[in-house]
Structures are given as structure tokens and as C-alpha cells.
């Protein structure tokens, strides 16, 4: 049937056996996926998990929200609101944030760069199963004896050791699973973009998207193994007797916030610069004009990589840090601003004298642009140490991270999920839901995160589960703001399943201005694509030229 | 077909160099832990001090100023004794030798250890601050009952910055031995 | 694009209406900005990041301003025909530039006004603050007073059963007291996991360390009370352990420590007199709530597996135990949240509350313990 072969890659037992090198070994049904080594459909599993996941961290979140909905405890409980603000992040973080990335990464690079698959097939495989059973653990612990962790998504010590619950081994398990995913990952992806470029394409004539993802599997292989170590240590200070993080023993619960940092600084650039490539390839089609400073894009990327590593302390201004510690810091955190400005500039410069169109992925990457300048001007008053000893730990905080999480981050792979949907399933995203859940969740996302700029400079801590009676209206709006924002997503999975059954067929070329190799392969793209290297010719003033 | 050998050689070459960075980096990790405390006893952060006995400095005394050092006890948890300051301020001039003393009581009658953790604010301070002689560099054991009196000796370096004229000490007890930690309590 | 203006405006415009009814606030900001506060310090904060505040909204009035009039000007609907330059040297230089002037600009008076937060010395009073799960203990050095600040609002305002008061959970029993026009150095270190103490009104946010000590200062000139919450998580209460800063004249500092002193030789004296059940169950309820429901929960039945049931198991029914249920309460135990109450709680309190706990919720082993035994125990100080 010809729908089938279509969208061969969500359906991939069918219609596949002309492209494929073994059709006759090919397991079929379940197993099909769970041996998978196709670099699209492991794409698509990423992407598939990332979304229950969001779900499943959204659902969190509106725990939380309801719980804070109005002053005073009526749904659940202190020791439970806890779990949930911690499980939240943790879930958002390495479930389905980083996921999402990995799996666009796995989808788009390949046929950016003109490969046939990933370096290393079997292993990508691998990675992608270590995340259900980590998650799998990580959840079953909210029914373990004691609860889940209940420490925050940072872990402190001594309240992740000596205080935790008796489920944090598997937490630790956990996180050391979604670790080793995380780097088996960033190797793949390293060996790919580094080894199967079609000839003639030099780093400087990859895209953006390639490019990113290119410095933040550098910045994983990093930090991975910094946060592998300090869970570690937390593991041998529970049950092996060790004080790393125990004044008791000779040891420093700040030594714990500084390896902690260590690895989640780099972490949240990780979460933000594959987001920058995918604005940068949206805007450029959507705007019909070539992006503005490619080479000044890449520079600005590896500055702010390099500049992650030295300014991790921005987080713990409170600690206690010698004044000259505290200076180095916020000098460090404020230079950020520049190579984050240029990018922002840049794509303004690409707009500026474009032939503009509104289709959803360029309303996503709008909004992006918009919402994430506003988490960076907030970063940018977060830096400054005196004003910081008032916003640390407040819900300023909260809205400065989520402005650049939600709608960073996640717009941004939305908005990349609805510019390679028709890539994916041959059909357009229905452009009227597309439009509704875009205007929904700027609604919903500004209504649960602006007041809580407000609340949190009023005064208003963050990870308590009953406030003051002052918060009471900016709690209400927010929370108001995060179900009309939650359910919102629901309109997405319509949008998807929409398209993959069907809808308007999508060229080869989807988009009018789109560039790159992905879009000379067909929509939807057969489960197997450049077996040969495709002919790559740069652009006559591409840097890689000059 | 030599294409795609030569790009197999090269991927196993750059998975070969990502392992080793990783393993680098496994390494780096590891090597922080100590890192850290080399650096908080150069640098004096997080107010953590000399964990054995030091030289005095010779620089002389520096008659022109006071600092007043301040000392506080706190006992943690677990430990069935008393930490006691006898001398709670202390004015001495930079480079001068001084000595306070402090009061153990175990007033339970088990025979049990504990560990006295200085920590010193301000914590630039901490560097500056040098112990001859304390009771924090070991592990104490008390009998049942039993009180002793322990002196700390110490002198405070002349490059003390001026702007700080108060340091203060503080000496938190922790059980030492898991026995002690119980307290000798049947659950 | 006009649809993303309007939306814009309309969600932002409808947010004054609603927000801000409450008039009682806990702080003296506006409900939407942070508190100016009431220290020289807090005051220099607030206009640091005010001006911070401003800058930033220029820039993204100037960059969205930009970016809106682009979007607008050159839609595909009209007709625009994109153009093909895609670099430009010298605007990129400028773009790099401007910032960096920028920051300079911010960074000026930041690192002025913290070099001014960092400096402790000449204060005439040491207050060393303890964060406790979830308490916090002030004790002011050389003054021999030093006490517990608990939560004062009652249980029965969190779960609706009454209505909530104007102080709701930003209350205490026992306000840190200070005189106003001195200056004030304040030591932290916690007994357990890491809190924060935070007094927006002051500018004061420090980390309580367990095993360290920090310190930061302050100095308030105008009387009255001064609301705080613990900032960093520290455990299931972490939302109900507020700070309450009341800022008084010299004279009635004075007369409130030698209260305190006074009071405190009242209590010890407790301890030299025979207590009857009754009475010391009386007393202990009142204690057990205060210190010990919050985890043991006022039913006594706990949370297990982190916090042990005390009714009708375990050491408080065992008549064997008695001792043993008074070592815990006296000393803690070592890797658990259970804190060592001997040195911190009266005689008479720490009688009086394990007198309770082995008799409450049908634990009926008629031990009494007396305030005398334990102060023997202890010894005197």
C-alpha cells in the first residue's frame, strides 16, 4: 500500500526490503525496533521516549502547580512535593530534553553530512536502550519504601547522603545509566560528523545543527564523567563509609556544589546549543536569505562551550566564596552576554531585509528567539553577585531557567519537529493545530513563568511547597498558566499522529528556502539514504573558501 | 569500497582518541577531590585549616594592631559529650604565640572517641591562622565520666590582612568510631 | 504579527488587575519588585539592580524593536524580496563591542557594593546562627543567650482548617532580637544539611554549612520586624522554617537580654523541684510539638523508613529502654536527622518531652523522667 511505503521509517517492516542490505534477517514486530541499527528509526525512538517523557515530567509539574495553586496543603504532602519538584527536573533534564537532541541528532546528521548511518550503528542502539531501563529505575523508586529522591534535581549533599532516602542507590544507578547513554551518544556523534562527511564538505560547509551538536558531543564526553564521579562518591559516602561530602569524616558538602557545577554548567549549554543550530538552519529558510555571520555562529558557540567551564561557581554565590572568587565569577559569567549576543544578533540580521514567511517551525523559532533573549537578560542580572545574594534560590531563578528551557530548549526542538515532520512522514504538520498549539503555549508558557519573576524578587523562595499569603495571585496566574501550557502539548501529539497517517504530501524540497543535504532526499526519506555519497558543492563565498 | 575502509579506519581512530579524553577526564575528576583540598588549604577556602601541626612564622610580632580571635564549640550528633571553650575571646597581636584551652566531658559512662572539626570565618582568614599544637589533628578518647582539659596553640600570621580583626574558630564534635555513633543504644 | 502584539500586550496588560490584592506585605516590596529594604546595604542592592533591571529592558526594547520591525517590513505577503548580503564586518565588531562596554558598565558598582557586603569588620555583636531540620538557633556569643526560632503558625492555618493570618508561615515563636544604628556580624553554620538564611529586607543570604562557618553582617537603623525564609532545600519542611529580625532601641535590646537571661535561670531552676505526670506531660506536649512533630508527627506514628514511629513501638514502650530513649533525645543519632537536644533544650523540656513520648498515644509505661535527672546527667554547666 502506498501509504505504508510512505512513511516507511514508522512502519518500517514494509516496503523497506528494496533499500535494505539483509531484508531476510530483518526481525519483524517489537523486535524489530529493539534491534534497530538504523539511524532514523533510532532516531525516531529517541524522539518517541523524549515526548512520554515530557509528558510524564509535565504531569510533574502540574503536581506541583496544583499543590501551589493556592496557599496552604491540600493535594499532597511535603515529603511528596518534594519528589516531585525533584523528579521534574531530573525526568525534564536527562529524559527528555537531552533525548529530544540526541534524537534529531540522530535523524539529521547523518543526512546533513551526507552519511548512509551513524559511525557506529550497534552502539547507537545501545545508548538508546540504556534510557527506558534508566528511567524505568529512576521512577520505580517513587514506590519504593521511603519515596523517591526527594533532594532537588542538584542532590546536595549531605541531604542526597546522610539525609536520603533509602531508594538513592537507584537513583545513583540511574543517572549513571543515563551518563553512559549520554556519552556512547556524543562518541557516535563525534566519530559521524568527524569520519562520514561526503567528500567535499569541510567542517566549515556543515550546518549549524551539525556544528552544534558537533561542540556539545565534546562538552558531554567533558562533564559526563564528572557527574558520574561525584554520584559515585555519594554512593561510597552511603554505603561505603567514605566522607567526601561529610565534615564528620574531613570531608566538604561545598565540594560537592563545586563538582556538581562543574559538570551542570557545561549541562545547560549542552540543553541550549543544538538549539541554537536548529534556529539557525530555521530562520535562514524562512527568511529566504542566508544566515547572517555563519562563521561568527560557530566561533560564538565554541566560546560559549569553552567559557562553561569557568564559570560553574555563579551557582553558589552563597556558599561563602572568597570575595576574589566571587569576582572572578561574575566577570567570567557576564562575558557569556557577548558570544550569546551575537548569536541573537545574528539571526536578527538574517530577518533584517528577508523575504519573511510565518509557517509553525518559523513561529517556534520566533518565539525561541524572543523568550530566550528575555532567560538571557535575566542571566545577565543573575551574574551580578550582590544582586544574586537577593534572586539565589528564589523563583526569579526558577523563571530565569525555565525562559530558557521552555521556551530555549523545547520551542526549539518543537519547532525543529515541525521543520523535519514532513522529512519524517512525508506530510506537512496540519498548519491550523500547528498555529493553535503555538499560540497556546506562548500563552500558557508567559502566564506560568513571567509572574514568577515577580514572586520570586517579592521574596519568594523556590522548592516550597506552601508560600506566604503575599504570593498568593502570581501563584494562582502561574499555575493557571502551566495546565493551559500542559495540556497545550496535547496538541502536538495530534499534530504528529495527524501526519504520520497522513495530510498534505511534502516534495523533496519542503521548504521554498530550506538548504542542505537532507532535502534533496525524498519526503519521507527511505529508511536507507546516500548508501553513496551525494555530490556536495559549497556555496562560492562559504568561509570554508576563503 | 576503499572509501568506506578508509572511513572505518577513521572512525575507530577518533573513537579511539574519545575514549582517551574520556579516560582523561575520568582521571581529572578523581584527581579534583585532592585538587580541592590542596586548594582550600592554599587558598583558604571554606575556611578549612592546616589538618597537622605547623611552624610558627618568625616574622616577629606586629605590636601595632589586636585581632581578636573568637572560639566556638558545637557539638554534633551521635556523641554523648561536652565541648566546653574556657577562653571564648582572645586578643593577641599578629605573631605572637597564644593558647586556649578547651574542655572535653564525656558524660555518659562508656568509653568512646570523638574528633573536634575546625572551621575558620572569615575564611580568608584561614590560611593565616596557625596551629602549633590542637586537639583537632587526632581523634580524642574519653572514658566514662572522664574531663580533660586540652590547650590549642596558635599564632596569628603577621600577613593577616588588616581589614580583618576578628577570626573566628569554631570547633564542631562529630563521634568518631560506629559503636560511639550508637551511643551504646539497644534497638 | 499584529496577532503577537496584541497577544503580548493582552497577557501582560491583564496581570496589574489581578495581581498584588494582598495588602499585607511580608517585606517592604511592592509585591513586584525586590524589597528596597531598610539597611544601607539592602538600599544599594535594590538601585544596583534596578539599574540593572533598566539596562536590560533597553536592550530588549532595542534588539525585539529590531526584530519586530524586520518581521513586520519585510513579510513575504508584501512582497518583500530578500536580500543577499550574509556578513558585515564592521557590525559585527560592534555587536561585539557595545556589550562588552555594556558589562563594564554593570560590573562597576557591583563589585563596589560587594566589596562593601563582604566587609565584617568592627561589628559590635556576634550572633551565630545554626539551621536545624527545620529551626534555626541563635546564640549570641559572649551574652550567654542563645534560643530556638520554630514556626509559629499553626498547623491548622496550613490544612484550612482556620484562617490564615497576615504573617502566614513568615512568623516565629521567638524573633532574633537586635538593636537598630549597630552593626551586627553574623556566623552561620547548620547542625545537618545546608539551609540559607535569607532576609530579603536585609540583603542577607548565606549559606548554613553543617561542619563550616560563614559569616556576613548587617546593620538596620529603623525599628520593626523583618521577615526571612530558609532559601536552600533542606528536607521535608523546607517551606516552614522562617526568620523573623526584630530591630529594637539599645534600652530595649538590653532589657530583652537580661529577659532572656532571667528566663533562662527560671527555667533551669525547673530542674530542682519534684514534677508530677500530669504536669510534665502537660509540658512535654507542648515541646514534642514544637521540636518533635514535625517529623514523629503529632500522632507519633512517624514517617517511616527516615523518621521512626515513637507510638506504640520501639524504644518508647520498651520499659527496658528508658535510658536509651533518653540518650537519643540528649545526644542524636549519628547519620540520622535526629538531632542532639541536650545541649540545646531545657532540663525541664527534655524531662518533660520524653516523659511524653513514653506515655502519649497509648504508650502507657508510667516512666516519668524528672527535669533533676536529667540535669544530673548532663552536668552542671
Same mark, same amino acid.
Given at each position: ?9 514508522? =512502519? ?12 531476510? %534477517?530483518?526481525? &519483524? ?6 534491534? &534497530? ?25 502540574? $503536581? ?5 495553586? =493556592? ?5 499532597? %504532602? ?8 525533584? *523528579?521534574?527536573?531530573?525526568?525534564? $533534564? ?50 519504593? #519504601? ?203 540580521? &538574517? ?38 545574594? %537577593?534572586?539565589? !534560590?528564589?523563583?526569579?531563578? $526558577? ?21 523535519? *515532520? ?8 496540519? #498548519? ?19 509572574? *514568577? ?19 498568593? !495571585?502570581?501563584? *494562582? ?34 521548504? #521554498? ?6 532535502? &534533496? ?26 | ?78 556523641? @554523648? ?79 593577616? @590582612? ?12 562529630? @563521634? ?12 | ?50 539599574? /540593572? ?129 549597630? +552593626? ?9 544539611? /545546608? ?9 542577607? +543570604? +548565606? ?12 546593620? /538596620? ?104 530513649? /533518653? ?5 542524636? +543519632? ?48
Amino acid at each position: 500500500m502506498a501509504s505504508e511505503s510512505t512513511h516507511a521509517v514508522l =512502519q518500517p517492516n514494509v516496503g523497506t526490503a528494496e533499500h535494505g542490505h539483509h531484508p531476510a %534477517q530483518m526481525p &519483524t514486530g517489537i523486535m524489530r525496533w529493539v534491534l &534497530t541499527t538504523n539511524h532514523k528509526e533510532i532516531g525516531s525512538l529517541y524522539l518517541l521516549f523524549s515526548l512520554l517523557m515530557l509528558f510524564v515530567g509535565g504531569s510533574m509539574a502540574l $503536581v506541583i502547580r496544583a499543590e501551589l495553586f =493556592q496557599p496552604g496543603l491540600q493535594y499532597v %504532602q511535603p515529603e511528596f512535593f518534594n519528589q516531585m519538584t525533584t *523528579m521534574h527536573g531530573l525526568i525534564m $533534564v536527562f529524559g527528555a530534553i537531552m533525548p529530544a537532541f540526541v534524537g534529531l541528532a540522530n535523524w539529521m546528521i547523518p543526512m546533513q553530512i551526507g552519511a548512509p548511518d551513524m559511525a557506529l550503528p550497534r552502539l547507537n542502539n545501545f545508548s538508546f536502550w540504556l534510557l527506558p531501563v534508566a528511567f524505568g529505575i529512576l521512577l520505580s523508586t517513587l514506590l519504593m #519504601e521511603g519515596g523517591g529522591p526527594n533532594f532537588g534535581w542538584t542532590f546536595y549533599a549531605p541531604l542526597s547522603t546522610t539525609y536520603a532516602p533509602p531508594s538513592t542507590s537507584f537513583f545513583i544507578m540511574s543517572i549513571h545509566l543515563a551518563g553512559i547513554s549520554s556519552i556512547l551518544g556524543a562518541i557516535n556523534i563525534i566519530a559521524t560528523i568527524l569520519n562520514l562527511r561526503t567528500p567535499g564538505m569541510r567542517l566549515m560547509d556543515m550546518s549549524l545543527f551539525v556544528w552544534t551538536w558537533l561542540i556539545t558531543a565534546f562538552l558531554l564526553i567533558a562533564v559526563m564523567p564528572v557527574l558520574a564521579g561525584v554520584v559515585t562518591m555519594m554512593l561510597l559516602d552511603i554505603n561505603f563509609g567514605t566522607s567526601f561530602f561529610d565534615a564528620a569524616g574531613g570531608g566538604d558538602p561545598v565540594l560537592f556544589q563545586h563538582l556538581f557545577w562543574f559538570f551542570g554548567h557545561p549541562e545547560v549549554y549542552i540543553m541550549i546549543l543544538p538549539a541554537f543550530g536548529i534556529v539557525s538552519l530555521i530562520v535562514p529558510t524562512f527568511a529566504r536569505k542566508r544566515l547572517f555571520g555563519y562563521a561568527s555562529m560557530v566561533y560564538a558557540t565554541a566560546s560559549i562551550a569553552l567559557l562553561s567551564f569557568v564559570v560553574w561557581a555563579h551557582h553558589m554565590f552563597t556558599v561563602g566564596l572568597p570575595l576574589t572568587a566571587e569576582l572572578f565569577f561574575m566577570y567570567s559569567t557576564m562575558l557569556i552576554a557577548v558570544p550569546t549576543g551575537v548569536k541573537v544578533f545574528n539571526w536578527i540580521a &538574517t530577518l533584517f531585509r528577508g523575504s519573511i514567511s510565518f509557517e509553525v517551525p518559523m513561529l517556534f523559532a520566533l518565539g525561541f528567539i524572543v523568550m530566550f533573549t528575555i532567560g538571557g537578560l535575566s542571566g545577565v542580572m543573575l551574574a551580578i553577585v550582590p544582586a544574586d545574594f %537577593q534572586y539565589h !534560590d528564589t523563583y526569579f531563578v $526558577v523563571a530565569h531557567f525555565h525562559y530558557v528551557l521552555v521556551p530555549g530548549a523545547l520551542f526549539a526542538i518543537l519547532a525543529g519537529a515541525y521543520y523535519w *515532520m514532513p522529512k519524517w512522514t512525508g506530510h506537512y504538520a496540519d #498548519e491550523t493545530l500547528g498555529r493553535w498549539h503555538f499560540w497556546l503555549s506562548v500563552i500558557g508558557v508567559n502566564l506560568t513563568f513571567f509572574p *514568577m519573576h515577580f514572586s520570586g524578587l517579592a521574596g519568594m523562595p523556590r522548592r516550597i511547597p506552601d508560600y506566604a499569603l503575599q504570593f498568593a !495571585d502570581f501563584n *494562582m496566574i502561574s499555575s493557571i498558566g502551566g495546565f493551559l501550557f500542559g495540556f497545550s502539548q496535547l496538541i502536538f501529539v495530534w499534530v504528529l499522529v495527524k501526519a504520520i497517517r497522513g495530510g498534505e504530501k511534502a516534495p523533496a524540497k519542503a521548504w #521554498e528556502g530550506a538548504e542542505g543535504l537532507e532535502w &534533496t532526499v525524498p519526503c519521507p526519506a527511505p529508511i536507507h539514504t546516500f548508501e553513496t555519497p551525494p555530490k556536495f558543492v559549497p556555496e562560492v563565498d562559504s568561509p570554508s573558501r576563503h | 569500497m576503499s572509501k568506506s575502509q578508509s572511513s572505518d579506519v577513521g572512525v575507530k581512530r577518533t573513537v579511539r582518541k574519545t575514549l582517551w579524553a574520556l579516560m582523561g577526564m575520568v582521571l581529572f575528576t578523581i584527581a579534583l577531590v585532592p585538587l580541592y583540598d590542596v586548594f582550600c588549604e592554599v587558598t583558604g577556602l571554606n575556611g578549612k585549616t592546616a589538618t597537622s601541626a605547623q611552624v610558627m612564622s618568625a616574622q616577629g610580632r606586629d605590636e601595632t594592631r589586636w585581632v581578636r580571635v573568637q572560639l566556638v564549640t558545637r557539638s554534633g550528633t551521635g556523641l @554523648p559529650w561536652r565541648l566546653e571553650a574556657l577562653d571564648q575571646v582572645i586578643a593577641v597581636h599578629p605573631g605572637e604565640i597564644a593558647q586556649a584551652r578547651f574542655r572535653f566531658t564525656n558524660t555518659s559512662d562508656v568509653r568512646s572517641s570523638g574528633r573536634a572539626v575546625p572551621s575558620v570565618s572569615p575564611s580568608q582568614g584561614a590560611r593565616h591562622f596557625r596551629k602549633m599544637e590542637c586537639f583537632c589533628f587526632q581523634e580524642q578518647w574519653l572514658e566514662g565520666g572522664e574531663s580533660i582539659e586540652l590547650p590549642l596553640v596558635f599564632q596569628v600570621d603577621p600577613a593577616l @590582612p588588616a581589614d580583618i580583626q576578628t577570626l573566628t574558630l569554631a570547633y564542631t564534635l562529630y @563521634p568518631m568510631s560506629e559503636v560511639v555513633a550508637q551511643g551504646g543504644y539497644r534497638e | 504579527m499584529i496577532r503577537l502584539t496584541i497577544a503580548a500586550f493582552l497577557g501582560f496588560a491583564l496581570l496589574p488587575l489581578i495581581g498584588n490584592v494582598h495588602a499585607s506585605s511580608i517585606n517592604t516590596s511592592s509585591g513586584w519588585n525586590m524589597p528596597m529594604g531598610v539597611t544601607d546595604i539592602s538600599q544599594e542592592v535594590f538601585h544596583l539592580h534596578m539599574t /540593572i533591571l533598566w539596562i536590560c529592558i533597553a536592550i530588549a526594547v532595542i534588539v525585539f524593536g529590531v526584530m519586530f520591525w524586520s518581521l513586520f517590513k519585510y513579510r513575504r505577503t508584501q512582497g518583500a524580496k530578500s536580500a543577499h548580503f550574509h556578513e558585515n564586518t564592521f557590525v559585527e565588531v560592534m555587536w561585539t563591542a557595545i556589550p562588552m562596554v555594556i558589562l563594564v558598565v554593570m560590573a562597576i558598582p557591583a563589585t563596589a557594593t560587594l566589596k562593601k557586603m563582604y566587609d565584617t569588620s568592627n561589628a559590635d555583636i556576634d550572633i551565630l546562627v545554626t539551621g536545624y531540620q527545620w529551626r534555626w538557633r541563635y546564640e549570641y556569643l559572649g551574652e550567654d543567650v542563645s534560643f530556638f526560632s520554630n514556626l509559629s503558625t499553626p498547623r491548622e492555618q496550613i490544612y484550612g482548617q482556620e484562617e490564615r493570618g497576615d504573617f502566614y508561615l513568615v512568623e516565629v515563636d521567638e524573633p532574633m532580637v537586635v538593636p537598630v544604628g549597630r +552593626k551586627i556580624r553574623l556566623l552561620l553554620t547548620a547542625n545537618d544539611v /545546608i539551609h540559607s538564611w535569607w532576609v530579603p529586607d536585609l540583603a542577607v +543570604k +548565606k549559606d548554613a554549612i553543617p561542619g563550616f562557618i560563614n559569616e556576613s553582617w548587617t546593620r /538596620i537603623d529603623e525599628p520593626g520586624v523583618y521577615r526571612g525564609q530558609c532559601a536552600e532545600l533542606c528536607g521535608r519542611d523546607h517551606g516552614f522554617m522562617p526568620i523573623e529580625v526584630k530591630a529594637v532601641s539599645e534600652e530595649e535590646y538590653v532589657a530583652w537580654l537580661a529577659s532572656k537571661r532571667e528566663a533562662a535561670i527560671t527555667e533551669a531552676q525547673g530542674a530542682d523541684r519534684e514534677w508530677a505526670l500530669g504536669e510534665l506531660m502537660e509540658r512535654g506536649e507542648g515541646t514534642y510539638n514544637t521540636y518533635c512533630a514535625a517529623c514523629h508527627q503529632p500522632d507519633g506514628k512517624g514517617l517511616p523508613p527516615i523518621f521512626p514511629a515513637l507510638a506504640g513501638t520501639g524504644i518508647s514502650i520498651d520499659p527496658s529502654a528508658r535510658q536509651a530513649h /533518653i540518650d537519643i533525645v540528649l545526644y542524636g +543519632k549519628t547519620g540520622t536527622p535526629m538531632p542532639a537536644f541536650g545541649t540545646t533544650l531545657s532540663p525541664a523540656e527534655l524531662a518533660a518531652v520524653i516523659t511524653y513520648e513514653r506515655n502519649a498515644w497509648g504508650n502507657n509505661t508510667a516512666d516519668s523522667v524528672q527535669p533533676a535527672e536529667i540535669r544530673d546527667l548532663l552536668g552542671s554547666q
